[in-house]
Structures are given as structure tokens and as C-alpha cells.
């Protein structure tokens, strides 16, 4: 089946700063998504990027599928950030989402 | 527009014993899939219900089940519990006509002492 890798596995930031994500994928997808996992558990839809580049407030995103990795961009962290970041691509004619082991991001006052 | 559902929040099994989790899945949206989610890891695809049918399944033994139900809600049923299906299930809904991004439910957390 499809790999999925995801890096760094936990990054620390100060309030304010930026940061960039990386997914990277082993076999074309026809779906990838990015999401926010809260404390409470709950998986927050961020972006549903096959490709291309999509912007959201302070976050952006970028697909390069003929490169096969993904590039989420966090500007002026906040504390609220905090969380896990997955990456999660589909392959096949099921729709099954394969996740990547996500990014742990902790955001300093 | 109502998002995805699940009830109930957490619950506390014994190992042997079965349980059902229930989904409800966003507003017209027709297909609904399982993940369960252990404790540090990412979600893992149990299987996914298209039109009452099982569309896809994971790497799940039989134990695992569910169903769809005309409403497009959905059960997950897991028979003789054991401790490793200690997890978090989540549901995510999904509108397979003009889109394929899936919308997660808060989830259940499941205990097996």
C-alpha cells in the first residue's frame, strides 16, 4: 500500500514564528488532506489539496503530485496551533485515507 | 448544515464482551468510513459503507463489522473485545459525487480492561 511520511515528528516554536510541514507520499494520489488533530481528539479539516497551492488565513498549503509531497506553512504560530498535524492521502478506488504518523507542534507563549 | 456525529463519547468494555459505536454523518453526505486510532499513532482505515455496502476494508480481522443504514448513519461493531482495541474510533462522512474529502466526527474512546 501507499507510504506516507511526515516531517519533522515535533517541532517546537515560539509564539509568532513560522513554520513548514512536509508530506511526503509513495505512489499518486487521487486525494490528500491535511488536518488538525485538538487535544480532545477531534481531526479539524485544514486543506483538501491533490495538487496545486490552496491559502487559509495563516495557513497555506502546496501539493506537488508529480513530485509526490505536500508543504503545509503555518505564519505567526499562535498557541492555539498546538496539536498534531496529520497528512492524510488516498490511492485507491476505495477512498481509504492512509495517514502519515503526523507532526507534534508545540507553540510557546 | 449538521456535521458528523458519534455516540457515545467514551465507554469502558471488558475483554470478551462486544460493543457498537454509532455515526450519523454530515448532511448529505452517502458514504461513511471507520478509523480507529491508537494512542500515539495516526488513524488506521477499518472500512468504509457506500449505498448499505461495505466499500473497502482495512487490515481488520472479521471481528470488526458494520453497517449502513438508509439514512446513510452507520454502526461499527467489534466483537470479543481485547485489550489492543483500546482506541479511538473516529467516523468521517464523505460526499462521493462531487468531492472525496472526508469530514471527521469527534470520535468515541474506547476502554478494554
Known amino acids: 500500500g501507499i507510504q506516507v511520511e511526515q516531517s519533522p515528528p515535533d517541532l517546537i516554536l515560539q509564539e509568532g514564528a513560522n513554520s513548514t510541514l512536509r508530506c511526503n507520499f509513495s505512489d499518486s494520489v487521487n486525494n490528500l488532506q491535511w488536518f488538525h488533530q485538538n487535544p480532545w481528539g477531534q481531526l479539524i479539516n485544514l486543506f483538501y489539496i491533490p495538487s496545486g497551492t490552496k491559502q487559509n488565513g495563516r495557513l497555506s498549503a502546496t501539493t506537488v503530485a508529480t513530485e509526490r509531497y505536500s508543504l503545509l506553512y503555518i505564519s505567526s504560530s499562535q498557541t492555539t496551533d498546538s496539536g498534531v498535524y496529520f497528512c492524510?492521502?488516498?490511492?485507491?478506488?476505495?477512498?481509504?485515507?492512509?495517514f502519515g504518523s503526523g507532526t507534534q507542534l508545540t507553540v510557546l507563549p | 448544515e449538521t456535521g458528523v456525529t458519534q455516540s457515545p463519547t467514551h465507554l469502558i468494555k471488558t475483554r470478551g464482551q462486544q460493543v457498537t459505536l454509532r455515526c450519523s454523518s454530515q448532511s448529505g453526505h452517502n458514504t461513511v468510513s471507520w478509523y480507529q486510532q491508537a494512542l500515539g499513532q495516526g488513524p488506521q482505515f477499518i472500512f468504509q459503507?457506500?449505498?448499505?455496502?461495505?466499500?473497502g476494508r482495512g487490515n481488520f480481522p472479521p471481528r470488526f463489522s458494520g453497517l449502513q443504514f438508509p439514512n446513510y448513519s452507520s454502526e461499527l461493531n467489534v466483537n470479543a473485545l481485547e485489550l489492543d482495541d483500546s482506541a479511538l474510533y473516529l467516523c468521517?462522512?464523505?460526499?462521493?459525487?462531487?468531492?472525496?474529502?472526508?469530514?471527521f466526527g469527534p470520535g468515541t474512546r474506547l476502554t478494554v480492561t
Open positions: 492524510a492521502v488516498d490511492s485507491g478506488s476505495a477512498r481509504q485515507l492512509t
Open positions: 468521517a462522512s464523505s460526499n462521493n459525487r462531487n468531492s472525496y474529502e472526508q469530514y
Open positions: 459503507y457506500y449505498r448499505e455496502e461495505e466499500n
